[in-house]
């Protein structure tokens, strides 16, 4: 099978290096910008094109994996109708490629991509979508190359699905980076919260987060919260933060 | 060396049983309620009491896990001067021995525990306060005897640290019970989230949260943020958080 990777970010560089690693030729990787098209050609030991017109057109399937909306474009641009096309991203629906290609899905692992740290894809869920049972084959079959875990989504889905992971993953961040702020204010170094966040994580994958909860929140130790809050009476920004996360604490285990 | 826990709960309940696998000897359990009092006493195979009078008296140290505030009232009522008292909880300032206690300090393990979920103290990090050597020396030799790692806090520090952990820990529980409600009303096992939420707590233990920060509030990609406002238009209360968090994220990654 031969692939052409349109872009060069992480989750085109990860995914195209796993499916390397499984016997897939990488038969050129495409993008507008040259040195990141030339880094992840060399990583992949093949050529790359910062001009359209000059994709390789005979791959068996295209992997668009661009900045949100950046797809439609590129696309467009070019027409090979045997090959089947794909994108990577959450948010963006099947249809874009509608009267663009007749052969295509999504293929959208769902994970958080940084190009300098490793990923094993036998951990990653792959949300799937096709337009006919031909191209769903194709692209559970390379999902099972990867060892991946699949669910077949629709678009609507996957949008929600996308929407909960900002919740999960970015918003939970968010919530260690003020974490050590409140740290750096007092000299504490970060690493103390590793173990703490660790621990969190690993807990529900076999509680479901509601049961997991605890926290002053949702003991309704009114004493514990007003002394947070008063803490924080100099950053009214993460007092907000810590007012409402707290009172929907509240709401959702008082209401049960 | 002997020791007594004033208290059953979870964090008597791991702290006891991993002290005794290094050789203290549980003297007593205390609680006020008979059938935690019994179950952790059998967990230890010791002796327990629900009556303050009965405290065993010739314990080299008294370890007070008990709900916020309750501690102070059971203190109170006995006095043993030769042994040394430790509180273990997060907010409770060590000046509330003052007066009732002449050894004293604080043995606050940063973790969320969990009765039924086993912990490995040598991940968890004590923070440790003392009215004078004699006392930290001691408490550093159990911590030691745990294999855990220690830090000298202050009570404003652990204060600071226990609302940090509020964030770090209660707060990033709720954003994965928050994605679990979303994944809930379409039908998609929550499991799906799991690997994602895996990596996040991963990535900052190399990385500051600040750099590890992903998502559409970080790229100011302002089309995602407004799709994803309007899937949340009939939870008032998650389009709120989702809101304010993205704004204050967009704000911090803006400015720098």
Redesign the interface.
Known sequence: MEAVFIGSGSVATHLALALQKKGVTIAQVYSRTQKNAAILAEKLNTTYTTDISEIYDKADIYFYALK??AFRHTLKSFDLPDAIHVHTAG?IPMSEFDGIATKYGVFYP???F?KE?E?DFS???ICIEAINSEVQKKLLEIAELLDSKT?L?TS??R??????????????????????Q??E??G?N?E??????????????S????K???????RF?D??IS??LT??KERR?LK???N??SK??Y??HKKK
Chains 1, 2 share one sequence.
């Open positions: 949100d909306g948010s769902l994970q958080t940084s740290k990923v951990k990653i869920p669910y989504v609507e889905q949008k929600k699905i996308h929407l909960a992971a900002v919740f999960a993953c970015n918003f939970s961040n968010y919530m260690y980076d003020i974490s050590s409140i740290l204010d007092i504490v970060f103390i919260m590793h173990p703490l966040i660790m621990e969190t994580a690993e807990k529900i994958q509680v479901q987060p509601y997991a909860q605890t926290g002053p929140a949702v130790d004493k514990i002394s947070h803490m924080l920004d907000k933060i810590y409402l996360l929907d604490i709401k959702r």
